[in-house]
């Protein structure tokens, strides 16, 4: 008989995880390297990052990855680490609510991160039809951690209290409509933090950690429930990576001395 969590049992911990005021922290991963170095370190879940499993792949982010390949990139992490697994899905790589939500149970992982711009235009997405695909998510997979994300921070015209305004109404619909999570990028600072924690009345919000915004020991004092940190940690592995090919490239020796 298996030992191993059910996949209802890990969404379930998954979920418990998001806590207003104790935030999971997940620093997002591109790969099953990645992914283990994120879980032996004690993290209770990993969560993959499209905009760092695009270029792993060897494509462009906002939906430039074939779906076959990214989903087989998310099942290859989810085999890989013993925790629950959310992967950022982006808009849905152009799949109905019903056909995302199997093909993503059958890589493994228990959540989803999904955003609401329209990569055919660049646009917001109508907010209604976005919370109506939630909501048929929902409906397929009753266990699915969803992590909705709205762009209407950096997308979109308007000034900062319009933007905030939308962001608020969006997040409100995506949560009525099953989401267990929302996550308005681009809310970066301390007012724009609280605001949205505010909006939605204590249900849990994600929050990008970034190097000019408030620690993750602030976010959790703010009431945030999820702290990720996109792509950013694999743009340093990279960068910490093209210094080591330079120096080789120059002649020298890329270890430290001892």
Request: contains cysteine.
């Amino acid at each position: 008989m298996s030992t191993e969590p059910s996949r209802t049992a890990l969404a379930a911990r998954l979920r418990a995880l998001h806590v207003p005021g104790d935030p999971l922290v997940l620093p997002n991963v591109w790969d099953c390297a990645s992914a283990r170095a994120v879980a032996d370190a004690g993290f209770p879940a990993v969560a993959t990052g499209s905009a760092a499993v695009a270029p792993a792949l060897g494509y462009e982010d906002r939906e430039g990855t074939p779906a076959d390949e990214m989903l087989a990139a998310v099942a290859r992490i989810a085999r890989a680490v013993p925790v629950p697994v959310t992967a950022d899905m982006e808009r849905g790589y152009g799949m109905g609510a019903a056909e995302l939500a199997e093909r993503l149970a059958a890589t493994g992982a228990v959540g989803c991160n999904l955003e609401d711009t329209d990569h055919r235009t660049g646009a917001p997405a109508d907010a209604g039809e976005q919370a109506e695909y939630l909501a048929g998510l929902r409906a397929a997979d009753p266990d699915l951690v969803i992590n909705a994300r709205t762009d209407r921070f950096v997308r979109g015209a308007g000034g900062p209290a319009e933007r905030l305004a939308d962001a608020a109404d969006r997040m409100r619909a995506y949560l009525e409509a099953g989401a267990d999570c929302v996550y308005p990028i681009g809310a970066l600072d301390e007012t724009a933090v609280r605001a949205v924690v505010e909006a939605v009345d204590g249900r849990p919000v994600n929050v990008l950690s970034w190097s000019g915004g408030p620690s993750p020991a602030r976010l959790a004092e703010l009431g945030v429930a999820r702290i990720s940190f996109g792509h950013q940690l694999h743009q340093l592995v990279q960068e910490y990576f093209t210094g080591l090919v330079a120096a080789v490239a120059r002649g020298d020796s890329p270890f430290p001395k001892a």
